[in-house]
């Protein structure tokens, strides 16, 4: 069974300096891990996606994050916030076995004061 | 990248009514959709996976006769809310997965569309 925690229901942050959302997950196989973002009343956009590849993961808008196996982490970090961040982020899980279902996080919400 | 779009985006309808929601793939094959149901403040939950031109496999605890799932063809699913109440309420969101070889999975070809916000009076 595959699962993901994110650590930080809400984080807040000032523009300009960094942002760090916590993920970890658990998998029975080898996973294929993402992060996605969601604005008000909107769909999901891919931000990154690990799929056993590069562990430092390279995403859009300055994004990035790390596969850690030891850690079973995926954190998402961006070295410097803007104000169009803030919105909800989820990371997801999809198992490398039979199972193609995605697992999603609580979701984050990132918040950016001005 | 690939567009998914939903249709429609907002629908506030009586209690008792039926409401069909339009997911289609635009640009792109789409073997598999899902459909999830977002409630304020939480997290995606999986209702159902259409494959096209087979029954939808629903997740435990979903009716499939409240939520009727059709995926006729490579470019479109509809969800239907039969006879919606108030506690059907709320954001569902779909998404698709395009063709690929190996399983569209494993290289994170899957789309979302802008989800759809239904309110049942």
């Known amino acids: 069974a595959q699962s993901v925690t994110q650590l930080d229901s809400h984080v807040s942050v000032s523009e300009g300096t960094p942002v760090l959302l916590r993920c970890n997950y658990s998998?029975?196989?080898?996973?294929?891990l993402f992060w996605y973002v969601q604005h008000p009343n909107k769909g999901l956009q891919l931000l990154l996606k690990y799929t056993s590849a590069a562990t430092l993961v390279k995403g859009i808008n300055g994004f990035e994050a790390e596969f850690k196996k030891s850690e079973t982490s995926f954190h998402l970090t961006k070295p410097s916030a803007h104000m169009s961040d803030a919105a909800e982020y989820f990371c997801?899980?999809?198992?490398?076995?039979?199972?193609?279902?995605?697992?999603f996080g609580k979701g984050t919400l990132l918040t950016v004061n001005p | 990248g690939a567009v998914v779009s939903q249709h429609p985006s907002r629908v506030i309808c009586k209690s008792g009514t039926s409401v069909k929601i339009e997911c289609r793939s635009l640009d792109f094959q789409a073997t598999t959709m899902f459909w999830y149901r977002q409630f304020p403040k939480q997290s995606l939950m999986l209702m159902a996976t259409s494959n096209e031109g087979s029954k939808a496999t629903y997740e435990q605890g979903v009716e499939k006769d409240k939520f009727l799932i059709n995926h006729a063809s490579l470019t479109l699913s509809t969800l239907t809310v039969t006879s919606a109440h108030p506690e059907d309420s709320s954001f569902y969101i779909c998404?698709?997965?395009?063709?690929?070889?190996?399983?569209?999975?494993?290289?994170?070809?899957?789309?979302f569309g802008e989800g759809s916000r239904l309110t049942v009076l």
């Open positions: 998404s698709a997965g395009r063709l690929a070889y190996g399983g569209y999975a494993n290289t994170g070809e899957l789309f």
């Open positions: 997801v899980v999809i198992d490398g076995g039979s199972n193609y279902k995605l697992t």
């Open positions: 998998s029975s196989y080898s996973p294929s």
